[in-house]
């Protein structure tokens, strides 16, 4: 069963990089979208962004100038990083699965699984 | 970006009661349509796809409907593992956008 884990930094200061890395196990990295979306204290959900096993990458247009998402399928790894952060971008992060595991285009897809989700302030 | 919006934002039910959730998107999405059920301090949890098909292991309970512009999440017989946060999301075209979520409470 695939299991997703977030992991970084829980606090970081105005103006700085927020990095956060996703470990999968259990599962391929092959023939999915692997994401990250985010929820603000009491918020609801905001999609960030996505990367492909092939390393594409698309980026939701209100944050696209401040992210990058990188893949590293040797180590079933991807990140993300989000510049100039401020404290709007207070929320809990998570790493999620889209696809069905076979080569498509992700319309008609749904994230699962989820990772556990990683609380991260933007505070000095 | 498609805009959606789920009514109402909140509701209170009682156990064995039947309710039901709205999703209205800002353009036609046919019916690619995605509803997720979230409890406090934990991830979201997938319940269905495409409108109305049941995630594996999801409670025959619950029950999706709609296509184009307008969609339902209705529970038939609340459980009180239910009351949680539902979210209805388009996976027509990126950005892949979600509802503000409905509280359902006791």
């Known amino acids: 069963q695939v299991q997703l884990q977030e992991s970084g930094p829980g606090l970081v200061k105005p103006s700085e990089t927020l990095s956060l890395t996703c470990t999968v196990s259990?599962?391929?990295?092959?023939?999915?979208?692997w994401n990250w979306i985010r929820q603000p204290p009491g918020k609801g959900l905001e999609w960030i962004g996505s990367?492909?096993?092939?390393?594409?990458?698309n980026y939701n247009p209100s944050l696209k100038s401040r992210v990058t998402m990188s893949l590293d399928t040797s180590k079933k790894e991807f990140s993300l990083k989000m510049s100039s952060v401020t404290a709007a971008d207070t929320a809990v992060y998570y790493c999620?699965?889209?696809?069905?595991?076979?080569?498509?285009?992700?319309?008609?897809?749904?994230?699962?699984?989820w990772g556990q989700g990683t609380l991260v302030t933007v505070s000095s | 970006d498609i805009q959606m919006t789920q009514s109402p934002s909140s509701l209170s039910a009682s156990v064995g009661d039947r309710i039901t959730i709205t999703c209205r998107t800002s353009q036609s999405i046919s019916s690619y349509l995605n509803w997720y059920q979230q409890k406090p301090g934990k991830a979201p949890k997938f319940l269905i796809f495409s409108a109305s098909s049941l995630q594996s292991g999801v409670p025959s309970r619950f029950s999706g409907g709609g296509s184009g512009t307008d969609f339902t999440l209705t529970i038939t017989s609340l459980q009180p593992e239910d009351f949680a946060t539902y979210y209805c999301q388009q996976s027509y075209s990126a950005p892949w956008t979600f509802g503000q979520g409905t509280k359902v409470e006791i």
């Open positions: 999620v699965r889209q696809g069905d595991g076979l080569p498509a285009a992700p319309r008609g897809s749904w994230f699962d699984p």
């Open positions: 259990g599962g391929s990295i092959n023939y999915y979208y």
């Open positions: 990367i492909y096993d092939s390393g594409t990458t």
